[in-house]
Each structure stands twice: as structure tokens, then as C-alpha cells.
């Protein structure tokens, strides 16, 4: 069964910057995709960026462009997202997600979820 655990939220000022963990379990992830989704407070999940694990090709959300980073340790099943210049519509829920197959845009037809982690961005 796949486990994913995020590490990392917390309060950051608006310019600021995070690292968030996400500790993949319980398979191997040679062809899958991992993702980070996030979902604000009355919003619907959005997604942010996906990495595949194999080959490293990644992907982003328009909105985060330019700012975040997704990257993963295949040594340590980890992935990371880096998120620098945060501004306050950066605050959310984080997820960490996992999917066989190439990348989705959505969250529906992913399977595996992690809890989330808290992002919060003052101004």
C-alpha cells in the first residue's frame, strides 16, 4: 500500500521561502508521477507541479512558474517542493499525490494522497 507523509508547512512572511517533504512507501515508483496539489480554504484542489520519477520531467502550474521547484531523491523515495518568493495567495493545503502513469492536471483519478501540510503566508 502506497504512504505518502508530508513534512515542511508552517508560517512564512510574504518574499519567504519553504521546503516541503513528501516520504514515499510501499512500492516502487519507477513509472509513476508524483504531484503537489494545494487547496485553499473554500477552493477547490488546484494542482501545482509533478515530477515523474523515473525520468525527472516536470511540470508546473502556471501561478507558480518561475517560483517553485518540484525535485525528488530517488535514493531516499522522497520528493520536495521548494517554494520561494511566497505570496499570500500561496496559502494553503499541500498535498503530496501519486499516480502509475504519466501526468494528470486534476485530482481526480489519482489515487494516493498524503494527509497535508499547512501553508501559511503572511503579508
Known amino acids: 500500500q502506497v504512504q505518502l507523509v508530508e513534512s515542511g508547512g508552517g508560517l512564512v512572511q510574504a518574499g519567504g521561502s519553504l521546503r516541503l517533504s513528501c516520504a514515499a512507501s510501499g512500492h516502487t515508483f519507477d513509472s509513476y508521477t508524483m504531484y503537489w496539489f494545494r487547496q485553499a480554504l473554500g477552493k477547490d484542489r488546484e494542482f501545482v507541479a509533478a515530477?515523474?520519477?523515473?525520468?525527472?520531467?516536470?511540470y508546473y502550474a502556471d501561478s507558480v512558474k518561475g517560483r517553485f521547484t518540484i525535485s525528488r531523491d530517488n535514493t531516499k523515495y522522497t520528493v520536495y517542493l521548494q517554494m520561494n518568493s511566497l505570496k499570500p495567495e500561496d496559502t494553503a493545503v499541500y498535498y503530496c499525490?501519486?499516480?502509475?502513469?504519466?501526468?494528470?492536471?486534476?485530482?481526480?483519478?489519482?489515487?494516493?494522497w498524503g494527509q497535508g501540510t499547512q501553508v501559511t503566508v503572511s503579508s
Open positions: 515530477v515523474t520519477w523515473n525520468v525527472g520531467n516536470t
Open positions: 499525490a501519486a499516480r502509475r502513469g504519466p501526468p494528470l492536471g486534476e485530482p481526480a483519478g489519482i489515487p494516493y
